[in-house]
């Protein structure tokens, strides 16, 4: 980034957007450029006025207080005695409203001076610029800290507290902050210090608890601990296989081989039959970490803050590479596309073309899982090839797949499945989801401990006999999914799905005309 931005310097851009909270690191990087470029370095903001870099004392000097108008700083740049410079404005943004009209045309007439020796660098955690300026100034945003900008730093807080082996840090470690900034690591660091008397790969967790802190302050990241395994998926042989194969595509000789980093999986299908459990078993399956992005909090009320949500998120999940990012029920937050340019003035439609277009050209080893119940408030872009690997169709459970899914959650609560008729249970519950078949054993050791009696297979029966299946409630529904899906995506099951018979057919229907429902 440092060589970049001296290019951009070398090549005359009078205007750089700097996108960045972290301060110190944008401040070292300028002094780097103006030592390389024999140039003068200036910083301003609003409460401290002018200061000048001093390369003896290595430190920002007070230059002028009494220029802490934005009106007269800009006056100062544009001096002619004032050349062989370099200026970088802290948090100008609030000065390039619609209501500023002179300073924005100040900042179009910098970018047309022929001056080859003088820029103007603005600094800011977001990006934000009036339209005026969009063709004038070039953007750099600062991506989170590497493995060596961190290692880096756990040698600064070494240092500051007289911590031995700082030259040898555990990897593991310094690899637990990756996705914190640089101020943030070092608090980590600090703090995991303090807290335990060393820093070494046993602080991992400590460090792991800052940085999850750090990614709940977003408001749209949950960094996500599953305890959930492949082996409590009940069914589903075909898509545990692939993502047991496709793993070993994160492997260091995989690329070596030719192989690229798996892009994703598209999860479609019925709810309650196991697509969100699966998200969380790929974490523990692949040991990675497991970011939970909510698509409905992404978007925000101020223009262009969904847009900037949304790249914040994918640059998280890239920083603590390798990772699993998984979306629930993502058409949720893609609903209203077709309608998006009317209804919130496109924000949808740019939110959703910045992650399809991260999701094909992302080169981060960043493992997509994304769910959806709801066919059809995808948006076709989504479903297209390339963008995931896979897209897997989660039917309802097979009467094998139910019997393993029942047996799962007996285990779970803590009765041995040998003692219960597992296949006469599987056969009579034909048509219900996963969910279904954990709350009915739910429901059924609540009877059984009313009745002050050991659960057993009639307790069970009973259960499902009061339960009102998905399948029946939602057959034209299922039909309608499993007929789109046959031709378009890849049955996560091995088994042959069952024919369901509508037993709704028979049940007596309202007239129109006595109840105006025009879903009848």
């Known amino acids: 980034m440092e060589a970049k931005l001296i290019n951009l310097v070398k090549a005359n851009t009078k205007l750089i957007q700097i996108i960045s909270y972290e301060t110190h690191r944008i401040h070292g990087m300028l002094v780097k450029t103006a030592d390389e470029l024999n140039r003068e370095l200036f910083i ?173 302050k977003s408001g749209y990241l949950e960094y996500y601990h599953p305890k959930e395994e492949m082996k409590d998926v009940g069914g589903l042989t075909n898509l545990k296989d692939w993502l047991t194969k496709r793993g070993r595509g994160f492997d260091k000789f ?124 995808l948006p076709p872009e989504l479903l297209r090839k390339g963008r995931v690997d896979e897209i897997f169709f989660v039917d309802l459970p097979t009467v094998k797949e139910r019997e393993e899914i029942i047996k799962i959650h007996l285990e779970k609560k803590n009765r041995k499945a040998e003692n219960f008729k597992t296949k006469k249970l599987a056969e009579a519950s034909k048509g219900f989801s996963g969910a279904e078949l954990e709350e009915v054993i739910k429901e059924a050791l609540f009877q059984a401990y009313d009745e002050v009696k050991i659960m057993s297979d009639e307790h069970i029966l009973e259960a499902i006999g009061k339960t009102f299946p998905l399948s029946r409630t939602m057959h034209e529904t299922i039909s309608k999914m499993r007929l789109w899906a046959k031709s378009r995506a890849v049955s996560a099951s091995s088994d042959e799905p069952e024919v369901l018979e509508d037993k709704n057919k028979d049940l007596p229907k309202l007239k129109q005309e006595s109840y105006n429902n025009p879903f009848i």
């Open 44 to 216: 301003w903001n609003r409460v401290e006025g002018l200061k000048k870099w001093n390369d003896d004392k290595r430190s920002f000097e007070v230059e002028d207080e009494e220029k802490q108008q934005p009106d007269l700083i800009l006056e100062f740049f544009i001096k002619d005695e004032n050349e062989n410079l370099i200026l970088l404005l802290e948090d100008f943004y609030p000065d390039l409203t619609e209501d500023k009209p002179r300073m924005i045309k100040t900042l179009r007439n910098i970018a047309l001076q022929n001056s080859q020796n003088k820029t103007l660098i603005l600094s800011q955690p977001f990006l934000q610029l009036p339209r005026e300026l969009e063709k004038d100034v070039h953007i750099l945003e600062l991506p989170f800290p590497n493995y060596e900008d961190l290692k880096a730093i756990y040698k600064k807080v070494c240092r500051a507290h007289n911590i031995p082996n700082a030259n040898n840090p555990d990897n593991g470690l310094i690899e637990s902050a990756l996705g914190l900034t640089i101020m943030e690591a070092e608090k980590a660091f600090a703090l995991a210090y303090i807290e335990n008397g060393s820093l070494t790969g046993a602080e991992v967790p400590l460090i792991i608890r800052e940085k999850e802190n750090v990614i709940k």
């Open 254 to 377: 995989a690329k070596d081989f030719g192989l690229t980093y798996p892009r994703g999986i598209l999860l479609l299908g019925i709810p309650g039959t196991g697509k969100s459990l699966t998200a969380k078993a790929v974490g523990n399956l692949w040991h990675f970490p497991l970011l939970r992005l909510d698509m409905g909090k992404i978007f925000g009320g101020i223009v262009g803050e969904s847009e900037k949500n949304i790249r914040e998120a994918l640059n998280i999940a890239e920083a603590i590479a390798p990772s699993i990012l998984w979306i629930d029920e993502i058409e949720k937050g893609m609903s209203g596309i077709s309608s998006s340019g009317s209804s919130d003035g496109g924000t949808t439609a740019r939110v959703l073309g910045t992650f399809l277009t991260w999701l094909q050209e992302k080169t981060k080893p960043v493992f997509v899982v994304a769910t959806a119940n709801d066919i059809s408030q």
